[in-house]
């Protein structure tokens, strides 16, 4: 049966004028139930389950991890903040600031991540009192539609509009388009592709970008701490994340040190032969990655590519050889394959890296292994990024932790550099409007001293 997207729509928005004008605590309400459902052991293994089995991508175990912590981590992040009404008051200033929601929003959700960013998604419009159409990826329709189904059982376990989520049934680039044009906002969860599709649909919206995550490792780093997190990383869902390390570069000094250390963990380094076995399995036409090699278990792909490795292996390691096209390898893998770069100078591997993110994955993030604070800042100042994450297993951190900061989500902004609106991790804070309420206060005009001291101090007075 064709879905009918005007009439979701309808529906959509008569779900949103019924809680447009709810107060906070009747809000939180309805964001509690619907992640509660979500996070329960039963709930999220169901999910889990279905996601691996429809898309053949990633692990079981790690998604039911990353499901019940998803919705956690979105909680704690929403603990407390206010999105309703008054949010924010200068009485200095005069001014008092009101949240408000900004209607139907079409999710454009990946294959990836099918389950869990229908959830962090879910949660932030519940908490801005929005509404959400969900367009799922084809390869996994179920799964999405069971997520959203479990949302819309736990909205009316309390009375709220079940309608304020709802899923396409049979996922298309026809319906996605037309859902896009007929909602108010929309949020999308892809590569470069997505965002120019999005885009030409003509509403505002939210999009993201590709990960191509370096990590570099300098001198000063516990080797072994860092292999062991790097390689949690990397092998966590089977890579499927686009946060995991794509490429590990190591100081000189400690690079012999560093691979034993990685191939401690599992990993095994290619020959210069079967480095070209595996280019060519996975890039059979030299330019599009092999789509089969998503997530897969690295037994599978060396096995694919005609490389007989050690029985244990975790995942696969190979030479970098320069950034670029020249090199598939120094690009985004969405696999159990690890680019390994040598450096001597740190300013030079940063400038380096900056080449490896114009190719793949600039906007998106960073990882360093150091306790040189000065090289984490120069590394902050100078990438294209949106994020740096130190001393950490990078997936793990990067959408947010119980260990770190970043807020919680599963669609990571990779601001203008990646043709998206924001750098920002997407939550809550990106799904609302702002009406300033402005009273009269004293005027007082700022003196030329205040405005522009400085400079008439050091240049006014300079003889011409």
Same mark, same amino acid.
């Given at each position: 049966?064709?879905?009918?997207?005007?009439?979701?729509?309808? %529906?959509?928005? /008569?779900?949103?004028?019924? $809680?447009?004008?709810?107060?906070?605590?009747?809000?939180?309400?309805?964001?509690?139930?619907?992640?509660?459902?979500?996070?329960?052991? @039963?709930?999220?293994?169901?999910?889990?389950?279905?996601?691996?089995?429809? !898309?053949?991508?990633?692990?079981?175990?790690?998604?039911?991890?990353?499901?019940?912590?998803?919705?956690?981590?979105?909680?704690?992040?929403?603990?407390?903040?206010?999105?309703?009404?008054?949010?924010?008051?200068?009485?200095?200033?005069?001014?008092?600031?009101?949240?408000?929601?900004?209607?139907?929003? /079409?999710?454009?959700?990946?294959?990836?991540?099918?389950? !869990?960013?229908?959830?962090?998604?879910?949660?932030?419009?519940?908490?801005?009192?929005?509404?959400?159409?969900?367009?799922?990826?084809?390869?996994?329709?179920?799964?999405?539609?069971? =997520?959203?189904?479990?949302?819309?059982?736990?909205?009316?376990?309390?009375?709220?509009?079940?309608?304020?989520?709802?899923?396409?049934?049979?996922? *298309?680039?026809?319906?996605?388009?037309?859902?896009?044009?007929?909602?108010?906002?929309?949020?999308?969860?892809?590569?470069?592709?997505? $965002?120019?599709?999005?885009?030409?649909?003509?509403?505002?919206?939210?999009?993201?970008?590709?990960?191509?995550?370096? !990590?570099?490792?300098?001198?000063?780093?516990?080797?072994?701490?860092?292999?062991?997190?790097?390689?949690?990383?990397?092998?966590?869902?089977? !890579?499927?994340?686009?946060?995991?390390?794509?490429?590990?570069?190591?100081?000189?000094? #400690?690079?012999?040190?560093?691979?034993?250390?990685?191939?401690?963990?599992?990993?095994?380094?290619?020959? =210069?032969?079967?480095?070209? %076995? &595996?280019?060519?399995?996975?890039?059979?036409?030299?330019?599009?990655?092999?789509?089969?090699?998503?997530?897969? +278990?690295?037994?599978?792909?060396? @096995?694919?590519?005609?490389?007989?490795?050690?029985?244990?292996?975790?995942?696969?390691?190979?030479?970098?050889?320069?950034?670029?096209? @020249?090199?598939?390898?120094?690009?985004?893998?969405?696999?159990?394959?690890?680019?390994?770069?040598?450096?001597?100078?740190?300013?030079?591997?940063?400038?380096?890296?900056?080449?490896?993110?114009?190719? *793949?994955?600039?906007?998106?993030?960073?990882?360093?292994?150091?306790?040189?604070?000065?090289?984490?800042?120069? &590394?902050?100042?100078?990438?294209?990024?949106?994020?740096?994450?130190?001393?950490?297993?990078?997936?793990?951190?990067?959408?947010?932790?119980?260990?770190?900061?970043?807020? =919680?989500?599963?669609?990571?902004?990779?601001?203008?550099?990646?043709?998206?609106?924001? *750098?920002?991790?997407?939550?809550?804070?990106?799904?609302?409007?702002?009406?300033?309420? *402005?009273?009269?206060? +004293?005027?007082?005009?700022?003196?030329?001293? @205040?405005?522009?001291?400085?400079?008439?101090?050091?240049?006014?007075? #300079?003889?011409?």
């Amino acid at each position: 049966m064709r879905d009918n997207v005007k009439e979701m729509y309808r %529906r959509a928005r /008569a779900a949103f004028r019924e $809680v447009e004008s709810w107060p906070q605590e009747k809000v939180d309400e309805m964001v509690a139930a619907a992640a509660w459902e979500w996070q329960k052991p @039963e709930t999220a293994r169901s999910l889990a389950r279905l996601a691996v089995d429809e !898309s053949n991508i990633g692990v079981y175990d790690d998604k039911v991890h990353k499901i019940q912590n998803k919705v956690r981590g979105t909680m704690r992040d929403q603990l407390g903040v206010k999105t309703c009404g008054l949010v924010e008051e200068d009485k200095e200033k005069g001014l008092r600031i009101f949240a408000k929601p900004i209607g139907v929003v /079409a999710n454009i959700v990946p294959c990836t991540n099918p389950e !869990s960013t229908v959830c962090c998604i879910g949660l932030s419009l519940l908490k801005t009192r929005n509404a959400m159409i969900v367009s799922p990826h084809p390869r996994t329709k179920g799964s999405t539609y069971l =997520t959203v189904e479990h949302g819309r059982k736990a909205l009316a376990k309390i009375g709220a509009p079940a309608d304020l989520m709802q899923c396409l049934t049979e996922p *298309s680039h026809e319906h996605t388009k037309e859902l896009m044009a007929g909602c108010d906002f929309v949020v999308a969860t892809g590569g470069a592709a997505l $965002v120019r599709v999005v885009y030409e649909a003509g509403k505002p919206a939210h999009t993201v970008g590709a990960g191509n995550v370096v !990590s570099i490792v300098d001198e000063t780093a516990n080797l072994k701490a860092a292999a062991a997190k790097i390689v949690k990383s990397k092998t966590a869902n089977n !890579s499927a994340s686009c946060s995991s390390e794509n490429a590990v570069a190591v100081e000189d000094s #400690v690079c012999d040190d560093m691979l034993e250390c990685l191939k401690a963990e599992g990993g095994y380094l290619c020959s =210069t032969e079967e480095r070209e %076995r &595996l280019r060519q399995y996975m890039w059979p036409d030299g330019r599009h990655l092999n789509r089969d090699i998503i997530a897969k +278990p690295a037994a599978y792909i060396a @096995e694919h590519a005609g490389i007989s490795i050690p029985a244990g292996t975790r995942f696969l390691m190979v030479w970098g050889t320069k950034p670029g096209p @020249e090199d598939r390898f120094s690009g985004e893998k969405i696999s159990l394959v690890l680019t390994v770069w040598k450096w001597n100078d740190f300013s030079e591997m940063v400038g380096r890296t900056q080449e490896i993110l114009k190719f *793949s994955g600039e906007g998106h993030s960073a990882s360093i292994h150091s306790e040189n604070e000065d090289r984490k800042i120069e &590394l902050a100042l100078s990438l294209n990024v949106g994020r740096v994450n130190c001393n950490m297993p990078h997936a793990a951190a990067n959408s947010g932790s119980f260990f770190n900061a970043q807020p =919680t989500t599963d669609s990571l902004g990779c601001g203008t550099w990646a043709g998206n609106m924001t *750098s920002d991790n997407l939550n809550y804070r990106h799904f609302l409007n702002y009406t300033w309420l *402005s009273d009269a206060i +004293p005027e007082r005009i700022p003196s030329d001293e @205040e405005l522009f001291g400085a400079y008439l101090e050091r240049w006014e007075s #300079v003889a011409v």
